[in-house]
């Protein structure tokens, strides 16, 4: 009886994911079930903090305690699918091909009940195999030197050992066939591109300086990856780090991150239609904005965490301080200079600095996430205000009145 249980547990869905799991464990499996995609047990979880999907538990049978399960409808695969695979994980997809219980079934009737043509069949393909090997009308025939040279060259492919990596990064990933090739479509486009572990990495086009480099052995493989994969050789952090909830020191203490994930703009009317973004609900709070290339490899390829990405693209709408402390004004503006007030002409708040000899800038509104910050929560400083929307401004004064400097002290010699 036990053996009859196994055999109809290896049978069941649930059966095959444990096969084929022990055959593969560090793949997640796709199962199709109707109309879904399937994950089970670890994969299930993986997949709900991956793709965001809701994880349940259900009861199935065979099994004594419900299992974990997330899935999503077969029509979204292409959705759901590169996604998995820009975070790095390995995926096999398991289809249903035939129903195993109707394919017993006959089979059973087809040996209980054989029909005479059935039989008759079966009669000649035994005498067909029972023919002699040898004779003196079939003997082996000498195959021509064209197939013998042809069949060497296989037996020579079995034998070929795999590439040796060019460089191993910091997760032990083993990166090979890395190399820069010529666009077809445009031949002045040259693209890098290599493998991790097998999987083919996104072509990046070439910046002008980098090929020639790289042509002239100036530039190795393990240096364009730094250049135009950098996220894939940092160390990944736990994945437990982008399950929610997180909490976070807030500008009033601490605040709770419900959610944070990746999404593609549909909305045609919007000006970012197509572009990923970043979702973040931060207690009753939803923001979204559209998240850079380099943000957007630093999650899929998990070397960030959830709070360091909110900082990053949300810190100053959530007045956060360490949001702030990248803002710098160049060396040599006296912070006494600046001035944050409200212009009378349109009740507006905005930001200048007065230079002295050099000049003064214009006055720039600021937004009202940074009048929040720098008013009510106090997590921002004038300079900061001051350097976040005039540096630029800042830099080229500086620069005109060097240059003028210049030109007077040459007039004079």
């Known amino acids: 009886m036990a053996k009859k249980e196994n055999t109809d547990k290896d049978t069941t869905l649930l059966g095959k994911f444990d096969a084929l799991k022990k055959k593969h464990p560090d793949a997640m499996l796709l199962f199709r079930n109707g109309d879904f995609y399937e994950l089970y047990r670890e994969d299930a979880v993986k997949a709900s903090v991956l793709l965001a999907l809701k994880i349940s538990e259900k009861i199935i049978p065979g099994e004594k305690e419900p299992v974990k399960l997330a899935g999503f409808p077969h029509h979204a695969l292409d959705t759901y699918l590169p996604k998995l695979i820009r975070s790095g994980q390995r995926v096999a997809i398991c289809d249903a091909i035939e129903d195993p219980k109707l394919m017993k079934k006959a089979k059973t009737q087809e040996e209980i009940t054989p029909n005479n043509e059935a039989m008759a069949k079966k009669k000649k393909e035994k005498a067909t195999q029972e023919e002699p090997a040898k004779t003196v009308g079939n003997a082996a025939v000498e195959k021509p ?17 795999p590439r040796e990596p060019q460089m191993v990064t910091a997760n032990g990933e083993k990166v090979t066939h890395g190399h820069a090739y010529q666009s077809k479509d445009n031949p002045e486009d040259w693209y890098f591109t290599a493998k991790i572990d097998g999987q083919q990495l996104k072509p990046q086009k070439m910046d002008a300086a980098d090929l020639a480099a790289y042509q002239k052995k100036e530039m190795t493989v393990p240096q364009l990856m730094e250049r135009y994969y950098p996220t894939k050789l940092m160390p990944k952090v736990p994945e437990e780090a982008f399950r929610m ?13 419900e959610k944070f994930n990746v999404y593609k703009e549909k909305d045609e009317q919007r000006p970012d239609f197509g572009k990923y973004k970043f979702y973040a609900q931060v207690g009753d709070t939803k923001m979204s904005a559209v998240a850079s290339r380099q943000d957007l490899n630093a999650y899929f390829d998990r070397v960030m965490t959830p709070e360091q990405l909110l900082e990053r693209n949300f810190g100053e709408r959530l007045h956060l301080k360490s949001a ?8 040599g503006i006296d912070p006494k200079g600046v001035r944050v007030a409200k212009d009378h002409a349109d009740n507006k708040w905005k930001v200048s600095v007065d230079m002295g000899d050099r000049g003064k800038t214009s006055r720039h509104e600021i937004s009202f996430d940074d009048g929040y910050s720098l008013f009510k929560t106090k997590t921002a400083t004038r300079e900061q205000i001051a350097a976040k929307y005039l540096n630029t401004e800042i830099t080229d004064m500086l620069a005109g009145n060097t240059a003028r400097v210049e030109k007077s002290a040459s007039m004079k010699m």
Do not use: F, M, N
């Open 145 to 161: 030197a064209d197939e013998k040279k042809a069949e060497t060259k296989v037996e020579a492919g079995k034998e070929r050992k």
């Open 245 to 257: 909830p997180k909490s976070i020191d807030g500008p009033e203490g601490s605040v709770t991150v």
């Open 324 to 331: 702030y402390e990248k803002y710098r004004l160049p060396e």
